[in-house]
């Protein structure tokens, strides 16, 4: 990962004329979405593939459109203008074809080094929006793409994109149950654990840089922590019973987890070294799956203490326990929104499992999914994406729709072997 | 005016003769003691190679400790991977053991969501006491839970506690001693029968007995 990225806003226009404001709002007449019109990169160098022009544009008008909040097309190159800055003239035609926003930029690949200028015009108004330049290797072309669309996210909405974020996963690709990880559109999946053994639950530290998991390589479901960028996995509780469902707070220091050393599964936080281990939950139930509040202050977790397993919301110092879902006979897999404001879960019903939100007095449920075996949402840091594991084409593929249900699409690409119990980076 | 000039002239004249004159007598003044300059500069110059030779010395213990240092890590990594790969031997070993003394016991089925003891379940577990009790009674024995794939893996891993715990506590009551028994829950993680049908199910709600140690 030591890429060397320089990244910067091209001043390319005086101050004043485009100001210099954090987001510039755009907003479309009526209330139909902003329509975005992506060209193809132009080659600054004749030898450049033109192929590296077609992965720009295509990952871009995919974040774009998972987005929900544009509706991208991908368009031909434009002739190159002597100017960087379009006329009004260049604008016309992009404004007769109904575009409120242009994507326009240049791009070389030459003796393994790549640049990319990627610039963002505002049509309606003529004038440019924000504007990126990526030096790095040909192998950043993704990465790049993916930013310059967080950067868009952010000059359009206010709030970054989740882009270049990842997402890790267990997949029985091997035959076996091991962890990997992948970038947010199924791409680039990278093998984590190679053990030949039960791996499961992995949750990624805040800054996206470690992950727990719980692994069966030692015989007893054991938690472990291992770097996403070496080998070395650190045993973090091998307590008898089961260690597992582990959940890393949002500050980094802790680490919420479910073990049965006591007689049945029970939650605890211990600091994310293992140590001074603290009990929350003591009932002869079954107590699992903790799933911190943004702010750290609460935790929810799935309890079978009123006879079926139902999500539940405590302090994270174990005290004020109180039921969240109401509803349903089966309620599992609860993750808190980044806002603060919904926990996400599934629920099984006649045999199936679905999506659902539910706001924090428990008063509202909202089902997110219909079809297929829904389960193990996870939600992107910016809140406006959540990821989850479905069998609707058969096997078990990973799944990411926007938080309200809409655009829900596969995302991991391998044949063979299923894949399941996703989770998504903060950063 | 022309006087105020000349008068300003004359005292620059002054001035410059006066500063050269200095000059000349500091530079006799060198001469003389030029001997024991030289020998200041010598001890000057001992004084700066004892010092060099003491920085580099300095330099040459802090290169020795930081080998050793790095040494004594890479020993230490060397060793904890050792531990790591003998660690892992021991989990080899046993879990062939375990999977090759499974076919001396019965298998324990439950009905779904349940961890309770149905007549067959008590009937299996008392063959597999009397089985321990007659050839393995110093083993340790481990009893594994097994759910079918209806409901979440989470869930399913506590369950499949539950229905080993039953067991285990069943066990003790026919006089196996609590200290050679272990629990295990693989939930639905390791199904019996890899198939979505009823029949498969029951067979995958299940407990299995192995020998560890």
Known sequence: MKILLFVFLMALAPVGVYGQSDYIEVTAPGNRQLKMAVSLPNALDPLSRTETAKQISEIIVYDMNMSGVVVASGRPQQSL???LLLSDADFLPWLNAGFDLLVSGEFSLKDEKLTIELRLFDVINRKLITAKRFLGSPKDVRRFSHSFADEMLRAITGEKGVFTTKIAYVSTKTGNKEIYVMDWDGNNPLPLTKNGSINMNPDFSPNGREIIFTS??????????RSLYNTAEVALSKRKGLNYTGSWSPDGSRIALALSKDGDAEIYTMNKDGSNPVRLTNNRALDLYPAWSPDGKKIAFVSDRLGKPQIFVMNSDGSDVRRLTKTGSYNVNPRWSPKGDKIAYSRMSGGG???????????SNNQLTTEGNNENPSWSADGRFLCFSSKRSGVSG????RSDGTGQTKISKGRGGAYFQPVWSAQ | MKKIMGMVVLLIGISIVTLIAGGCANTGMGKKNSRTVADVTLENSDQVRVEEQAKLEKARQAKLAEQARQAKLAEEAK????????EQAKYDEQAKLSAASKSNFEIVYFDFDRSDLLPDAREAITKNAETILKSFRTSKIQIEGHCDERGSAEYNLALGEDRAKSVQKYLITLGVKAENLSLLSYGKEKPAVNESSEAAW????????????
């Open chain 2, 202 to 213: 029951a067979m995958n709600r299940r407990a299995e007995f192995a020998i560890i140690e």
């Open chain 1, 216 to 225: 069966y390589k030692r015989g007893n479901p054991d938690l472990y922590r």
């Open chain 1, 81 to 83: 203008s002597r100017e």
């Open chain 1, 353 to 363: 499992f679905n999506i659902f939100t539910v706001t924090l007095d428990g008063s």
């Open chain 2, 79 to 86: 060793l904890a991977e050792q531990a790591n790969l003998d």
């Open chain 1, 398 to 401: 990973i799944y990411v729709m």
